[in-house]
């Protein structure tokens, strides 16, 4: 248990030093360039991890290759988004931003999959919203120009996407692999962004082509560590770890990009937190209780990309 534990802390370092190189080279690259590199390079230390899943000739096998194709293009653009988002907002504004997801996924999972939702989580999502107003609410005020609403809509807008492959991941562990299912969001995400190649890519010098690689690889690093976490903790006791990335972008904006966090913000986090905890605490106990009653299988530790 402590093995997964210490696996997805680490995932949440990976993928915010991650963003911390996204921010860095957002001024210097289209969003298009970065996503590749991002997908590309990251295919390295997916490729290996698949490889000692079980080998790279299994790996490729499925039978749902629509599914993958799906799930790859709402995947890409959450990501094309939140990259978008990251040139525009402080890191830790774009983190805390980024918490909407589980809320989002409670609200679609009873749009698409028609599951029942009762007013306590109804509430906290109500509530998680609340938050990001009150986060919102701080772009007002003097010497804000450094945070954007059109940042703020585009990381919603990603925390929608990364809902929605929540949701499309769900029922693709039932038959696929999670390493198939990585592997295959690295290629596709790949050959996507290299479509934006006309829209205009920059040619790096030596030591930006190292960022973009460390882009990728740590993007990569984070994909494994997280999906390997699931093998050794149920997910109701690691996705809490998530909210660690709060921590990583406030220490990170202090020491690397030199900017205080303002009250407003914190407390706009502070709101959308404790509601997502709050979703989690409610759907582990209605997990649980469908358990007792015979409803659904013990989980089995899986693995979601």
Do not use: C, N
């Not at 993928?15 to 190189?21: C, G, I, Q, R, S």
């Not at 295919?43 to 290759?65: C, D, H, I, K, N």
């Not at 005020?141 to 990603?158: I, T």
């Amino acid at each position: 248990m402590l093995r997964g534990v210490l696996l997805k802390v680490a995932s949440t370092l990976a993928f915010m030093l991650m963003a911390t190189l996204v921010k860095l080279l957002s001024d210097r690259f289209p969003v298009g360039e970065i996503t590749f590199a991002r997908s590309f390079f990251a295919l390295v230390p997916v490729a290996v991890w698949a490889a000692a899943q079980g080998g790279l000739r299994t790996v490729f096998r499925t039978s749902r290759p629509g599914a993958h194709l799906t799930r790859s293009l709402v995947g890409v653009t959450a990501m094309f988004l939140g990259f978008a988002a990251l040139a525009r907002l402080p890191l830790a504004d774009s983190t805390a931003i980024s918490f909407t997801a589980p809320l989002i996924t409670v609200a679609l999972a009873a749009l698409i999959l028609h599951e029942q939702v009762r007013i306590y989580r109804w509430s906290a999502v109500a509530i998680g919203f609340v938050g990001v107003l009150i986060i919102l609410s701080g772009y007002a005020e003097e010497g804000a120009a450094d945070r954007s609403v059109l940042g703020a809509a585009f990381q919603l807008a990603a925390a929608a996407g990364v809902a929605l492959v929540s949701i499309q991941i769900r029922h693709m562990t039932r038959t696929e692999p999670a390493a198939t299912i990585v592997i295959y969001f690295s290629i596709f995400s790949t050959l996507v962004a290299l479509l934006t190649v006309p829209f205009g890519w920059a040619m790096p010098t030596a030591t930006e082509a190292a960022a973009l690689l460390a882009i990728g690889i740590l993007g990569g690093i984070g994909q494994v560590t997280m999906t390997e976490s699931f093998r050794h903790a149920d997910a109701s006791l690691l996705a809490p770890f998530d909210y660690v990335s709060l921590i990583w972008a406030l220490a990170i904006s202090v020491i690397v990009f030199g900017t205080l966090p303002t009250g407003t913000m914190l407390t706009g986090a502070a709101v959308v937190i404790a509601a997502g905890l709050f979703v989690l605490y409610r759907e582990r106990q209605l997990r649980i209780a469908r358990r007792k009653a015979g409803e659904i299988p013990p989980a089995m530790p899986g693995a979601t990309p």
